[in-house]
């Protein structure tokens, strides 16, 4: 079926410290978009990565998709505690359909 | 309007009794999706609209749940004879075209439902 598994489920960092997070599908994707929500609201558009191998830049967050357009990262840089949240990616497939990901839930200690 | 609409905010529903989740989107756009988002969890896809077509009814997860589009803009979630399960957030979400065409979709606040 149509799923995108996303890990890890959470990550507790020290404020300054690295953070990553996964997302898989078992089928091709035809973009990946990435969104973040913050505790009590709702999911906020990040980027949208479209082409094989791609890789986007916002400040502190690159993303990358995969060669194989089924796998996709966020890597935040130093992270701060304006970047708490949950961080989901949500595949696009050929029928129109998105499915996000169970997300990764960031906590940051200063 | 501005943004994605959802009314109610909070709905706080008897076990058994129905409800009716509605979803203004952005004017113009094309697709909408209803998601099911439970405490600490993801948003599980329902279904999609291209305009008033429901492409795709799968994520529903019994036959108490309804949805409809009819006019290609505003969209009703119907849930039937509620049961302690179908407490979450109902979000819903529009774009404007879809998905697989890149373009971002726009996320309303939520519906929480709680049945009791």
């Known amino acids: 079926g149509q799923q995108v598994m996303q890990i890890p489920q959470y990550q507790h960092v020290q404020e300054g410290e690295d953070f990553t997070t996964y997302c898989n599908s078992s089928?091709?994707?035809?973009?990946i978009q990435w969104y973040k929500q913050r505790p009590g609201g709702h999911p906020v558009f990040l980027i949208q990565?479209?082409?094989?191998?791609e890789v986007k830049k916002q400040k502190r967050l690159t993303f990358q998709f995969g060669e194989a357009k089924k796998n996709s990262s966020l890597h935040i840089t130093a992270t701060q505690t304006t970047d708490v949240g949950t961080y989901f990616c949500?595949?696009?497939?050929?029928?129109?359909?998105?499915?996000f990901g169970a997300g990764t839930r960031l906590t940051v200690k200063p | 309007g501005a943004g994605v609409s959802q009314s109610p905010r909070y709905k706080v529903a008897k076990r058994g009794q129905d409800v009716a989740l509605r979803c203004d989107p952005i004017?113009?756009?094309?697709?909408l999706f209803w998601y099911q988002q439970a405490l600490g969890q993801g948003p599980e896809f329902l279904t999609y609209?291209?305009?008033?077509?429901?492409?795709?009814k799968s994520g529903l997860p019994s036959d108490r749940f309804f949805a409809e589009r009819p006019e290609g803009s505003v969209s009703t979630l119907k849930i039937q004879r509620t049961q302690q399960e179908d407490s979450a957030v109902y979000l819903c979400a529009s774009s404007e075209t879809g998905p697989s065409l890149n373009t971002e979709a726009f996320f309303g606040q939520g519906t929480r439902l709680t049945v009791v």
């Open positions: 609209f291209q305009n008033e077509a429901q492409l795709d």
């Open positions: 949500a595949g696009g497939f050929n029928n129109n359909d998105m499915r």
């Open positions: 990565l479209v082409k094989s191998g």
């Open positions: 089928t091709t994707l035809s973009n």
């Open positions: 004017s113009g756009h094309v697709s």
